[in-house]
């Protein structure tokens, strides 16, 4: 497959995700006349690589995100799909990135120190699905799924709650799940402590699983010996152990091997890299800090 081959089918996978009214907003932050806009979403559903090019371009993620100062028609972008808002974030952090040779790193709750690795999440972001995946990632966070399992003891039956972003309730359900399952399971959890780790970090490093470390790696079966778990480590340094060994679970038990298999192998060994992007992604984008480390020069 071509790079131009590739592109097309990413681009086609965001489309999978935006809607036409997502698309008009796209090309209205592009300031295109409304009356060419129909013929403009008719041509990026035609050529969905397009969809990346317009996502790069710096005009389009700053009125998306509303970074353009005194900009008075925000309400434009207020109904756009989650997707598309996480989707620009995406893109302008890899921008950024770009252009500054260090992110800011959490060293503990609250305390950040630049650390010199952006060619590092550069090279990675340079891979268009990798952008994709952050963005369905995130995007996939929007609603929080939950549900009740029961599962039969020696006592009976027991009710047990489970969400998709408490990764100690969430892997209780392999103990249940049938054996197709069960690669979905792992992937989610693999999900969650990326989610966790990128997108709130403070909270991980004061939570983290501690000792309930051990019982986790029982649960999933990620550890050979319960040595090698790291209970003494801080939260993100959990989660990215764990978050790698849960990717590559789901990927080695997919019951086919897919494009998305694949993606989720690589993603086990580029876990740190993930989870970095999402860092600066939350602090520039989501939740935005006072911080000047990206600060564009004085004029």
Same mark, same amino acid.
């Given at each position: 497959?071509?790079?131009?081959?590739?592109?097309?089918?990413?681009?086609?996978?965001?489309?999978?995700?935006?809607? $036409? +009214?997502?698309?008009?907003?796209?090309? %209205?932050?592009?300031? @295109?006349? &409304? !009356? #060419?806009?129909? =013929?403009?979403? /008719?041509?990026?559903?035609?050529?969905?690589?397009?969809?990346?090019?317009?996502?790069?371009?710096?005009?389009?993620?700053?009125?998306?995100?509303?970074?353009?100062?005194?900009?008075? $028609? +925000?309400?434009?972008?207020?109904?756009? %799909?989650?997707?598309? @808002?996480? &989707? !620009? #974030?995406?893109? =302008?952090?890899? /921008?950024?990135?770009?252009?500054?040779?260090?992110?800011?790193?959490?060293?503990?709750?609250?305390?950040?120190?630049?650390?010199?690795?952006?060619?590092?999440?550069?090279?990675?972001? $340079?891979?268009?699905?990798?952008?994709?995946?952050?963005?369905?990632?995130?995007?996939?966070? #929007?609603?929080?799924?939950?549900?009740?399992?029961?599962?039969?003891?020696?006592?009976?039956?027991?009710?047990?709650?489970?969400?998709?972003?408490?990764?100690?309730?969430?892997?209780?359900?392999?103990?249940?799940?049938?054996?197709?399952?069960?690669?979905?399971?792992?992937?989610?959890?693999?999900?969650?402590?990326?989610?966790?780790?990128?997108?709130?970090?403070?909270?991980?490093?004061?939570?983290?699983?501690?000792?309930?470390?051990?019982?986790?790696?029982?649960?999933?079966?990620?550890?050979?010996?319960?040595?090698?778990?790291?209970?003494?480590?801080?939260?993100?340094?959990?989660?990215?152990?764990?978050?790698?060994?849960?990717?590559?679970?789901?990927?080695?038990?997919?019951?086919?091997?897919?494009?998305?298999?694949?993606?989720?192998?690589?993603?086990?060994?580029?876990?740190?890299?993930?989870?970095?992007?999402?860092?600066?992604?939350?602090?520039?984008?989501?939740?935005?800090?006072?911080?000047?480390?990206?600060?564009?020069?004085?004029?």
């Amino acid at each position: 497959m071509s790079s131009e081959d590739d592109l097309d089918v990413v681009g086609s996978a965001y489309l999978e995700h935006l809607t $036409d +009214a997502d698309l008009t907003v796209l090309l %209205s932050a592009e300031d @295109v006349p &409304a !009356a #060419a806009r129909d =013929r403009r979403v /008719a041509a990026l559903r035609a050529q969905p690589a397009l969809v990346l090019d317009v996502l790069d371009r710096q005009r389009t993620t700053e009125q998306l995100l509303n970074l353009v100062a005194g900009q008075a $028609d +925000a309400e434009r972008f207020a109904f756009v %799909s989650p997707f598309l @808002v996480f &989707a !620009a #974030a995406v893109h =302008r952090t890899a /921008a950024d990135l770009a252009t500054h040779s260090y992110r800011v790193e959490r060293t503990g709750t609250r305390m950040r120190v630049p650390v010199f690795d952006s060619a590092n999440l550069t090279a990675y972001l $340079d891979k268009p699905w990798h952008r994709l995946f952050l963005a369905e990632l995130l995007a996939s966070y #929007a609603r929080i799924s939950s549900g009740v399992t029961w599962t039969r003891t020696r006592q009976g039956w027991r009710r047990r709650r489970w969400n998709d972003l408490d990764p100690m309730r969430l892997a209780v359900l392999l103990e249940a799940a049938p054996e197709p399952e069960k690669a979905g399971i792992w992937r989610r959890l693999g999900d969650a402590a990326l989610f966790l780790g990128g997108v709130f970090p403070d909270h991980a490093l004061r939570s983290g699983l501690g000792a309930d470390a051990s019982r986790m790696a029982r649960l999933t079966g990620v550890a050979e010996s319960l040595d090698d778990v790291p209970v003494d480590a801080d939260g993100l340094a959990q989660l990215e152990w764990f978050g790698a060994r849960w990717y590559r679970m789901a990927a080695e038990r997919a019951v086919f091997a897919t494009t998305a298999s694949r993606l989720l192998r690589d993603q086990s060994e580029h876990f740190r890299q993930a989870r970095g992007i999402l860092n600066t992604t939350a602090d520039r984008y989501l939740f935005p800090v006072s911080s000047d480390w990206f600060a564009p020069p004085a004029a």
